[in-house]
């Protein structure tokens, strides 16, 4: 019996879920206090995607995206500032070594025109300033953006009648 009406749902599923979540990273731009973005490069942005595979009894669903989208979603609590999330900042984590070999925040940094005031008054350096947002991250983490959480969730709540509906017309199909 093939299950084309299921496969159909799924995929509504999916690319609701991608559209929705991509919109809030879109959205998101810029909203945050200190102007950090979940869509500064657009990485995860185009990252966002979804896979279904036919298994023996049906489909199976997979979305997929950036390693660090899960910690975008999600949220990581900092050494001070503690966030409802199981990823974490500890005392002894090497971000501030991770940004000396890879310096991501200071080019965020020159990207955004970001520099830190020095105490004689001139401009320090992007790198400086790199290491100063990676000092402020351990410490504070980073807030959940709940980007692909909420569309996940709000999908959800109606996939399962489309499911029905789908599964009850795959089967009229396969008795007719």
Known sequence: MQL????KALQAFGKYVVQQARTILTKNKGNDKKGFTTNNTKQLYDSLSYQIDDVS???RLYFEMEDY????DRGVSGT???YN???SYKSTSKLIGLEYNTGYLGKWAAANKLQPRLKNGRYGTYK???FILAQSIKKKGLKPSLFFTK?????LKRLPEELANGLSTDFDNFLS
Request: glycine share 16%; hydrophobic share 15%; aromatic share 12%.
């Open 4 to 7: 084309k009406e299921q496969k």
């Open 57 to 59: 009894v049906g489909s």
């Open 69 to 72: 989208g899960q910690y975008q």
């Open 80 to 82: 001070e500032r503690k």
């Open 85 to 87: 999330t199981p990823f």
């Open 128 to 130: 400086q300033m790199g």
């Open 151 to 155: 569309p996940f969730e709000r999908g």
